[in-house]
């Protein structure tokens, strides 16, 4: 259920095509960082609200939709919701070994299917992803994990490419400027039912785990 495919084409390509198993109608559980109630990076993300004005190839992501993708399960249909509760009793466990993540977002970015804030360090992001598989793991066993384990590059899409076509102007507009970034604690991960039926990443939150709790 990854999202973004990092990388500098001399194209764009709209970020909406039905991905594989994806149609109307069909969600997916998912564990992301969201940040509705992160006054900081709403800030940031506000902040970049006129670049994205000038580029009506990208869709602004909201507030309310803004996430940092960290580690799929699987479509909704596809699993029970005994093995949901089990992931989420196995991810409270794993994650209460870990501690909050002080996280730096931006600046801003682009890559073929929109512009985003890279978010650093990796490292002890990438703890929580490890954590969230291995609960998955501790209920299914390490081969039904999904996604692959090395292919994770943190981030937050502030607005998605919403068509094919030249790069430059994405390229220009983010050169062209002086993009802030900011710093703040991420201390929880949610488990999402999510769909994309609108152009749009929306979700209903399923459960919330607390780092270090």
Do not use: K
């Not at 095509?17 to 969600?27: E, L, Q």
């Not at 992501?61 to 005994?82: K, M, R, S």
């Amino acid at each position: 259920m990854g999202e973004v495919d990092i990388g500098e084409t001399d194209t764009m390509r709209d970020h909406w095509w039905w991905r594989p198993g994806w149609h109307i109608g069909r969600s997916g559980y998912t564990w992301h960082v969201t940040f509705a109630d992160n006054a900081a990076v709403g800030d940031l993300a506000a902040a970049h609200a006129d670049l994205l004005a000038e580029l009506p190839m990208l869709d602004p992501v909201p507030l309310q939709w803004l996430h940092l993708t960290t580690q799929g399960i699987g479509f909704t249909n596809e699993v029970t919701d005994e093995d949901l509760a089990r992931i989420v009793a196995a991810a409270r466990d794993r994650c209460a070994a870990l501690t909050p993540v002080a996280a730096t977002f931006g600046p801003a970015a682009w890559d073929p299917e929109g512009v985003y804030l890279p978010v650093t360090p990796h490292e002890p992001l990438a703890r929580v992803r490890h954590a969230l598989r291995a609960a998955i793991a501790d209920v299914w066993s390490l081969d039904r994990v999904p996604e692959a384990d090395d292919d994770f590059r943190p981030h937050v899409t502030i607005g998605y490419s919403n068509s094919n076509g030249p790069a430059d102007p994405v390229r220009a507009a983010v050169a062209n400027r002086e993009l802030p970034s900011t710093t703040t604690t991420l201390g929880s991960v949610s488990l999402l039912r999510l769909h994309r039926d609108h152009r749009i990443y929306q979700w209903t939150t399923v459960a919330t785990v607390v780092l270090g709790g």
